[in-house]
């Protein structure tokens, strides 16, 4: 039996965890977000994820952009 370790690997596969769209994905990746690409493939950790969008989450807005839903 393999134990699921929570790597990602692949873009498309840390967008769907994520539940992002490619823009997203590389506006959040230019933002610090925690994955590295080597070989032209993506890599990303499950906890490493949870873990940087709680901590970006847990800041406060000053001011609501125009395009937020």
Avoid at 9 to 35: C, H, N, W
Avoid at 36 to 42: C, D, P, Q, T, Y
Wanted: net charge negative; proline share 4%; hydrophobic share 40%.
């Amino acid at each position: 039996m393999v134990k699921d370790c929570g790597l990602l690997v692949g873009s498309q596969q840390i967008m769907d965890y994520l539940g992002l769209a490619r823009p997203s994905f590389t506006e959040f990746v230019k933002m610090g977000m925690p994955a590295v690409s080597i070989n032209g493939r993506w890599y990303a950790h499950q906890k490493n994820l949870d873990d940087y969008f709680l901590a970006l989450t847990r800041k406060t807005m000053k001011e609501i952009p125009e395009d937020s839903e």
